[in-house]
């Protein structure tokens, strides 16, 4: 089960790379709203330029942790668990403004990939 739990790990933090540095200006089936780019879709939910930069911060460093935790294993659980709680939101907010559940498909699946990491970190 290790090469699953590095492959969940890869996983994640590649699509928070992907996400929140590669694809940060453009549009997909999954932003919320009518938004086109990540910061439209903050705006969309109602959230500040303030809160697009502290979460994006927030979900960098944790991938970060998770990449780093491959090596130093003590980053892997609070970097996991920091974006299991911004997925939740993030489904949130999809719910808040009445996106259909499509929407809401990527953050599910990190979600999802997060609880298996963290389950999967208590046998490591």
């Not at 928070?16 to 694809?23: K, Q």
């Not at 980053?75 to 499509?102: E, N, W």
């Amino acid at each position: 089960m290790i090469w699953l739990y590095r492959l969940l790990i890869v996983l994640v933090s590649g699509t928070v790379f992907n996400v929140w540095l590669l694809r940060l200006g453009n549009a997909t089936p999954y932003r919320g709203g009518t938004a086109n780019t990540l910061h439209e879709e903050f705006l969309a939910y109602g959230l500040n330029e303030t809160l697009f930069y502290l979460i994006g911060g927030l979900k960098l460093l944790a991938a970060v942790g998770l990449i780093v935790g491959l090596k130093v294993s003590k980053t892997i659980k609070p970097s996991a668990q920091i974006i299991a709680v911004l997925m939740l939101g993030a489904i949130a907010m999809h719910l808040k403004i009445g996106d259909p559940i499509v929407r809401s498909l990527p953050a599910i699946a990190m979600l999802t990939m997060c609880v298996i990491i963290l389950r999967l970190n208590k046998q490591f």
